[in-house]
C-alpha cells in the first residue's frame, strides 16, 4: 500500500501556489517538534495551500477600491471554430472582477465558486476556477449533459476580505474558546480550555491524549486537582474584527453574491458528435468528481451509484455490517437519515446527550450495528462528559476491522478557527490510524467524507469561512491520496447542486450521499 505523499492537489477549485505566510503568534501554540518527514511533508502542504497575495488594507479603508460583484462580470467564450457546443466539450469562461466605481482590479486573491446547471435536467456540475493574478479569472466546465446549461459565477469572498480572514487566522488561533467543569466533593470550578492557551499566572493542566498526542489544555482551577476534570463544552467566540473590517462581510453586498453575465449566461448543448475534436479549455483540461442528472450524482471515477429508495434495499446492503460513524454533526446526519430509514433498525437507549452521542442502533434481525461517535477536542459541542471525548484515530486502533466493517469519518467544520497545522498534524495522526487499520484488515472499507461550503452568516465566516474550509479540503485530499480509501467529494455535490449552501446539507444531498455510501458497500456485481 502505497502511503508517498502526492504534491499535486485537484480540489473542484484550485489557485496558483503563491505565497505561503505560517500563522504568527507562535507563543499560544507550542507544538511538539514533528518527524523529519512528518516536518517535511508539512511544509509542501502549507505550499499547496497557499495563496495569492492580497491587498493590505489602508487604515481607513473604503469599499470603493474592494472587489464589487455588481460591478464585476463573466463573458463565455464561443466554441473555437465550429460555434456549438457538444457533450464532451469543456466551456471557459472569462471572469473580470471589478471595484465598486466599476474600475477593473488588478491583482488577484479573489474567491469564486462556478457552477453549469439546469434546472429543468436537474443537472449541475462545479467548474474550476483559475486566478491569473491580475483581476481576471478563468472558469472552466466539461459539458455533461444535452440541452441548456446555465452558467453561474460567485464571488464568495473579496481579495480585501481573504486579507482580513488571513489576518484574523494569524493573529486569533484562538477566537473560538471552550471550557471545563471540575468538581471535587460540593465544589465545582469552570476554567477556560483551549488547543493552544495564552500564558499567565494560572498554571495549566495538560490533557493531551496520550495515544495520539493531540494537544489539550485548560486553566487549572483553584485548589483542585486537575483529575477532577468531568465535563467539556463549548465556550464562546472572541471578538476579532478592527472596525470597518465587517462591511467586506456583507451578505448581499460582497459576500456570496452572484456575478452577472456580460451576454448570454447559457449554452445549448447538442449529444456528442463521434466526428468532431472535441473543444478543450485553452487554460487547463478539467474533469469533476461528479455532476448531477435528474436530480442523482454520478460520479465520473466509473463508480456505478445505485439507488436505495426503500427499506428493504438498505437493510440488505447493510446486512451483516458494522457501521461505524466518526466526526461531526454532518456525519451525525448519517446516522439520523438510516435511523430514520430503517424501522428494523432499533436505536439503543445510551443516556447520550441529544445531538451529542454517542448513539448506537441495532437490528438484530439482519445483524446490523450502526454507532456513531463525535470526534475528539476541538469539538464546538453541548456540555459533554470529559471521558466521551474520544480521538477517531484511537477508535480506529481499537476496532477489529474486516470485510464486513464498513468506517465513515469526517473531520473538518471545527478546524476552521485554528491554525492550520493544528490541522495538518490532525489528519497526520488520523491517517497513520487509517493504515494501520488496513493493514491488519485490508478489507475494511473506510470512506472518507470531504468538507462543504456553508451559509452566509458573518459568524461562518470568521469562524469557519469557506476560505478556511477550502485550505484544510485540499489538505485531506493530499494527505489520503494513494490509500486504499473511497472519498465522498461533498465538496462538488453541494456546489453543483441549486439548493443554498449549508453546513449540514439538504435532504435531497443527503439522500445522493448515502446512495454514493451504500453503492461503495455494495457494488454492483460485474462493475
Known amino acids: 500500500m502505497d502511503n508517498k505523499f502526492q504534491t499535486k492537489v485537484h480540489p473542484p477549485i484550485i489557485y496558483p501556489k503563491v505565497s ?3 500563522p504568527k503568534g507562535r507563543s499560544v501554540c507550542n507544538f511538539p517538534p514533528l518527524s523529519p ?8 502542504l502549507l505550499q499547496s495551500v497557499s495563496w495569492p497575495e492580497t491587498p493590505k488594507l489602508p487604515s481607513p479603508f473604503t469599499l470603493e477600491q474592494t472587489s464589487d460583484p455588481a460591478h464585476s462580470t463573466f ?36 474567491l469564486l465558486f462556478a457552477r453549469l446547471h439546469n434546472l429543468k435536467l436537474g443537472a449541475g456540475v462545479a467548474g474550476k476556477v483559475e486566478d491569473h493574478l491580475n483581476g481576471s479569472y478563468s472558469a472552466v466546465f466539461p459539458l455533461l449533459w444535452e440541452g441548456d446549461a446555465q452558467v453561474e459565477v460567485t464571488l464568495v469572498h473579496s481579495s480585501e476580505a481573504i486579507t482580513v480572514l488571513n489576518r484574523i487566522d494569524s493573529e486569533e488561533p484562538d477566537r473560538v474558546f471552550f471550557k471545563s467543569m471540575f468538581r471535587s466533593g460540593s465544589r465545582s470550578q469552570t476554567t477556560i480550555c483551549n488547543v493552544c492557551l495564552l500564558p499567565t499566572q494560572q498554571p495549566l493542566c495538560n490533557f493531551t491524549d496520550h495515544r495520539t498526542g ?29 472596525a470597518k ?24 448543448v447538442s449529444p456528442k458528435n463521434e466526428g468532431l475534436q472535441e473543444v478543450k479549455s485553452s487554460i487547463v483540461n478539467y474533469t469533476a468528481s461528479g455532476y448531477y442528472y435528474q436530480g442523482l450524482w454520478r460520479p465520473l471515477d466509473g463508480t456505478k451509484v445505485r439507488q436505495f429508495n426503500n427499506a428493504s434495499a438498505i437493510t440488505q446492503c447493510l446486512k451483516g455490517k458494522m457501521v461505524h460513524l466518526y466526526g461531526d454533526s454532518t456525519i451525525r446526519q448519517f446516522f439520523e437519515f438510516l435511523n430514520a430509514a430503517l424501522p428494523g433498525l432499533k436505536e439503543f437507549n445510551m443516556h447520550s446527550p441529544s445531538k451529542v452521542g454517542p448513539f448506537m442502533a441495532l437490528d438484530y434481525a ?7 461517535r463525535c470526534h475528539g477536542t476541538p469539538i464546538r459541542i453541548r456540555p459533554i462528559s470529559a471521558s466521551q471525548v474520544h480521538y477517531i484515530a484511537n477508535e480506529l486502533d481499537d476496532l477489529s476491522g474486516g470485510p464486513d466493517t464498513v468506517v465513515v469519518f469526517c473531520i473538518w467544520a471545527h478546524f476552521g478557527s485554528f491554525p492550520i497545522d493544528v490541522y495538518i498534524r490532525r489528519v497526520q495522526r488520523l491517517r497513520s490510524a487509517v493504515v494501520r487499520l488496513l493493514d491488519r484488515a485490508p478489507e475494511t472499507l473506510i470512506i472518507i467524507r470531504t468538507a462543504n461550503p456553508k451559509e452566509v452568516n458573518i459568524s461562518s465566516a470568521l469562524y469557519n469561512s469557506d476560505w478556511y474550509t477550502l485550505q484544510r479540503d485540499q489538505v485531506l485530499r493530499a494527505m489520503f491520496k494513494g490509500l486504499n480509501v473511497r472519498l465522498i467529494d461533498v465538496w462538488e455535490m453541494v456546489i453543483a447542486h441549486h439548493l443554498p449552501h449549508k453546513v449540514h446539507p439538504d435532504p435531497p444531498i443527503i439522500k445522493n450521499i448515502i446512495d454514493v455510501i451504500l453503492s461503495y458497500t455494495c457494488p454492483q456485481k460485474g462493475v
Open 20 to 22: 505561503t505566510h505560517p
Open 37 to 44: 518527514k512528518d516536518a517535511l511533508e508539512e511544509r509542501l
Open 75 to 110: 463573458t463565455i467564450h464561443p466554441a473555437r471554430g465550429r460555434g456549438e457546443w457538444h457533450v464532451g466539450d469543456q466551456l471557459e469562461v472569462k471572469i473580470v472582477i471589478s471595484d465598486f466605481k466599476g474600475h477593473p482590479k488588478k491583482s488577484g486573491g479573489d
Open 214 to 242: 493531540d494537544p489539550w489544555f485548560c486553566y487549572k482551577p483553584n485548589n483542585m486537582s486537575c483529575d477532577a476534570r468531568i465535563t467539556h463544552t463549548m465556550g464562546g467566540y472572541k471578538k476579532v474584527l478592527k
Open 245 to 268: 473590517e465587517g462591511k467586506l462581510l456583507q451578505g448581499r453586498v460582497n459576500f456570496k453574491v452572484p456575478i452577472r453575465a456580460m451576454g448570454l449566461a447559457k449554452v445549448t
Open 366 to 372: 439482519n445483524n446490523i450495528l450502526m454507532m456513531y
